[in-house]
């Protein structure tokens, strides 16, 4: 089984839609949450960095840790096409000496 | 935007040459990795440095080696280059010490190994 799980999509929403990309996992050693994003033929960029549980939120975004579930999520609040793009998700810990682990990605498409 | 510079973006060769992904951060960060990203799977770690002269494998099985004699320097060698190489590389950085990994990428090699 896979430390992280992520459905890769891929996942196609009109302009102006909510927006909701999410990530399990296994590992209970996980503190810190990020979520990538990713264009085409380009390295990921970070987007939204969380530590231990709660929400935070940066402009359109919103990224949320339930560490009771093992649950992630990021939010995309108005969608625009620009925001096409692979999400990825990934997380580390006390855990192999903080070795981050990302999720496959999940494929957005923002449709004008 | 992170200044992590890859070359070359795209390389195309022949089965057992020898060859180097260059990977260069302005950013003074102690901490270099490499990553291989396939379509649609996980970013696999295969090498790690936690500063000069320290380099470790990462989780994915490697033929491929690196070296760290700067700070700024982090290349990737494949002595002998197969089709089963082909793939994304991706480069990053980051400053932080033992937490979070706030981690910093380069725009990747693309390497088709005919």
């Known amino acids: 089984q896979k430390e992280v799980e992520q459905d890769p999509g891929p996942l196609s929403v009109p302009e102006g839609a909510i927006v909701s990309l999410n990530c399990t996992y296994s590992?209970?050693?996980?503190?810190?949450f990020m979520w990538y994003r990713q264009y085409s033929r380009k390295g990921p960029e970070l987007l939204m960095y969380?530590?231990?549980?709660g929400n935070k939120e940066d402009g359109r975004f919103t990224a949320q840790v339930d560490k009771s579930s093992k649950y992630i999520s990021l939010f995309i609040r108005d969608s625009q096409p620009s925001d096409s793009a692979t999400y990825l998700c990934a997380m580390s810990g006390n855990t192999g000496g903080f070795k981050t682990i990302f999720g496959a990605g999940t494929r957005l498409f923002v449709k004008a | 935007e992170a200044d992590i510079y890859q070359t070359p973006r795209y390389l195309v060769i022949g089965t057992g040459k020898k060859i180097t992904l260059e990977c260069s951060q302005t950013m003074g960060h102690d901490k270099m990795y490499w990553y291989q990203q396939d379509p649609g799977m996980e970013l696999h770690l295969i090498h790690y440095?936690?500063?000069?002269?320290?380099?470790e494998k990462g989780d994915l099985s490697s033929e491929s080696t690196v070296s760290r004699i700067r700070t700024e320097h982090f290349p990737l060698t494949l002595e002998s280059a197969r089709p089963s190489h082909t793939s994304q590389y991706l480069c990053a950085s980051t400053t932080r010490k033992g937490s979070g990994n706030e981690q910093f990428f380069g725009p990747g090699t693309r390497l088709t190994v005919l």
């Open positions: 590992n209970s050693a996980f503190q810190y």
């Open positions: 969380t530590y231990s549980s």
């Open positions: 440095s936690y500063g000069v002269n320290s380099t």
